[in-house]
């Protein structure tokens, strides 16, 4: 197999700080601030959108897996994000979330974990307009299965 080359498209009204580390191909959507305190790997094709959000509030490394989506308007604290991941709309994920693969994090919700907690793979979480997910009412959990059904959790 032959080595990922980097391929970078930034819009000119993004900003990208020096210390966030870019590898593979991706696209940054104008609006878009990726900066931290510590730094940031994002991997190959992921898309992020106008308006995203990525902060790294930890000492350690900020690790983005591969073909996550990051949508409009979204805010993204979490120190792990795995493969396949949709973040909705105006979705915000506190830093305490650790996110697997193939997840999706609905429009509008808050997830704010009290403790260091990891998201298990095929996990979706959605609720009305800023819900608040993990003990809140109306935020909703369901894993989906291989089949395609979903499980509510």
């Known amino acids: ?5 980097d391929k970078f498209t930034i819009h000119s009204k993004a900003v990208v700080c020096q210390d966030v580390e870019l590898k593979g191909d991706i696209t940054i959507g104008a609006g878009n601030y990726l900066c931290d305190s510590g730094s ?3 991997g190959s094709g992921c898309i992020i959108e106008e308006g995203a959000i990525i902060v ?3 000492k350690e490394v900020m690790r983005i897996g591969d073909d996550n989506l990051f949508e409009i308007g ?3 604290e979490s120190p ?8 909705c709309t105006r979705a915000r994920v506190h830093h305490t979330l650790r996110i697997s693969s193939y997840c999706v994090i609905g429009a509008n919700v808050l997830v704010v974990p009290t403790e260091d907690e990891i998201l298990d793979e095929y996990t979706v979480i959605y609720g009305p ?4 997910a993990r003990g ?4 909703r959990y369901k894993k989906r299965t291989s089949g395609g059904s979903t499980l509510s959790i």
Not at 129 to 132: F, G, H, N, P
């Open 1 to 5: 197999m032959p080595p990922i080359r």
């Open 56 to 58: 790294n509030r930890r």
């Open 74 to 76: 979204c805010r993204v």
């Open 40 to 42: 940031i790997v994002i």
């Open 80 to 87: 792990t994000v795995g493969n396949f991941n949709t973040i």
């Open 129 to 132: 307009a800023r819900s608040v």
């Open 136 to 139: 809140a009412a109306g935020a």
